[in-house]
């Protein structure tokens, strides 16, 4: 190995112990928010969590969602994606005691509301309790399907890829039902719009 290598290389390992210093010692912060700090989050969350239980499917980028069911409010079993299938979906996992979930959740339905029954649908499923997200809805409502699955190794969250089960997380699956994006971390007022366009 020449020297000019060996310096390449002393940069580049540098260069990585710098980037896992700097969240070690101050979270993602603005690496959340940018696509490719998603991505680099994403894989080192998936290399590092144990493996999903036997025949569970797990989400990965670029190919069809594994199908699943999760209830909504009144127990009754709701197909994901396939209810929605035919244009995009925004699914949110979320938690009414999450406090980063309810901050952005005015902002979901925001963005909800503005896609009206042409643009991307938005989809909330609750890693909590019934009771729980029906008293919270009451206080803080909004008119998008709510859903609710038991947080575990095989909810709804690690079934769309989150395998470490950090909240707020979102995905954003293609009309015919790819995942398109994901995104660990609530959206600040307004950025949906951009990460959601595909």
């Not at 060996?6 to 260069?15: F, H, I, N, R, T």
């Amino acid at each position: 190995m020449n020297a000019g290598t060996k310096v390449v290389l002393v940069a580049l390992a540098a260069g990585t112990l710098g980037v896992a210093a700097s969240l070690l010692m101050n979270g993602p912060g603005p690496l959340l928010g940018t696509e490719a700090g998603q991505r680099v989050v994403q894989e080192a969350y998936r290399a590092s969590a144990p493996a999903p239980p036997p025949g569970v499917a797990v989400a990965r980028r670029g190919e069809p969602l594994p199908a699943f069911e999760v209830p909504d409010l009144d127990g009754t079993p709701v197909a994901v994606p396939g209810q929605w299938a035919g244009r995009p979906l925004l699914v949110n996992v979320w938690a009414s005691w999450c406090g980063p979930c309810i901050e952005e959740m005015p902002e979901l339905q925001r963005f909800h509301t503005e896609q009206g029954d042409n643009g991307v649908q938005v989809v909330g499923i609750a890693l909590d309790d019934a009771d729980a997200v029906r008293d919270f809805l009451r206080r803080v409502p909004v008119d998008y399907p709510i859903l609710v699955d038991a947080p575990g190794p095989a909810d709804a969250g690690v079934r769309l890829g989150n395998p470490k089960g950090v909240l707020p997380y979102s995905v954003l699956v293609s009309a015919d039902g790819r995942l398109l994006k994901q995104r660990i971390g609530p959206f600040a007022h307004g950025e949906i719009d951009g990460w959601a366009r595909h």
